[in-house]
């Protein structure tokens, strides 16, 4: 298993603005992904970020919108870049440490609002 | 890219047995089907995981057809804490969940 927790837990933000969630996990694992899940929806992955290589963006998501860093075994960021208000919605980073069997472990979440 | 389809809602009074069924079709070959419950402000959490058949574990039972295209999660004897979102969520190369259960515990 694994504990992860995430910072900030909530933030509003304006328009036109970045803000950069981070996420850290209390063990080494190679596997981790990002998520957003906007209101009273499901989740929809938007990058896997493994360490030592760049980031893998799904479609409808780029890099220059949604940078993501992956500095070590722990711990990764992701920004959300010139943000609108289509941006608020809750994004929870997720790790899977067997790396083989698809089980994940989610942070909390991080609430962001944009006005 | 394969997609799941599950009820929208369920409601159950305490102490009954719940079937949750998700329909996926488009099942690939390397896919494995995986249970998550979410309450509200937190991050899912596995429930339980399953290829084939039957696996069980102490709070579930996931139920899987010979022909993949569908699995149930069967929650025995669900309490008020078992109110939640359930996801029903298909690995191999593409992580998609499914759009979720909201259940719902009567008392």
């Known amino acids: 298993s694994a504990v992860i927790s995430q910072k900030p837990s909530r933030d509003i933000c304006q328009r036109g603005t970045s803000l950069t969630i981070q996420c850290q996990v209390d063990?080494?694992?190679?596997?981790m992904f990002w998520y957003r899940q906007q209101p009273g929806q499901s989740l929809t992955l938007i990058a896997t970020a493994n360490q030592g290589s760049e980031a893998t963006y799904e479609s409808g998501f780029v890099i220059d919108k949604f940078p993501i860093s992956r500095p070590n075994l722990t711990f990764s960021t992701l920004t959300v870049s010139n943000m609108s208000p289509e941006d608020s919605s809750i994004y929870l980073c997720?790790?899977?440490?067997?790396?083989?069997?698809?089980?994940?472990?989610f942070g909390p979440g991080t609430r962001l609002t944009v006005l | 890219l394969a997609k799941t389809t599950q009820p929208i809602s369920m409601d159950s009074y305490e102490g009954q047995e719940v079937n949750i069924t998700c329909s996926h079709n488009?099942?690939?070959?390397?896919?494995?089907i995986t249970w998550y419950q979410q309450f509200p402000s937190q991050g899912p959490r596995f429930i339980i995981q399953?290829?084939?058949t039957k696996v069980t574990n102490e709070v579930a039972s996931l139920f899987i057809p010979a022909d993949r295209k569908s699995s149930t999660l069967s929650l025995p004897r669900v309490s008020l804490s078992d109110t939640a979102v359930y996801y029903c969520?298909?690995?191999?190369?593409?992580?998609?969940f499914g759009t979720g259960t909201r259940l719902t515990i009567i008392p």
């Open positions: 969520l298909l690995s191999g190369e593409k992580l998609t």
């Open positions: 399953g290829y084939k």
């Open positions: 063990s080494q694992v190679t596997m």
């Open positions: 997720s790790v899977d440490p067997s790396g083989d069997t698809d089980t994940q472990y």
């Open positions: 488009n099942i690939a070959t390397n896919d494995y």
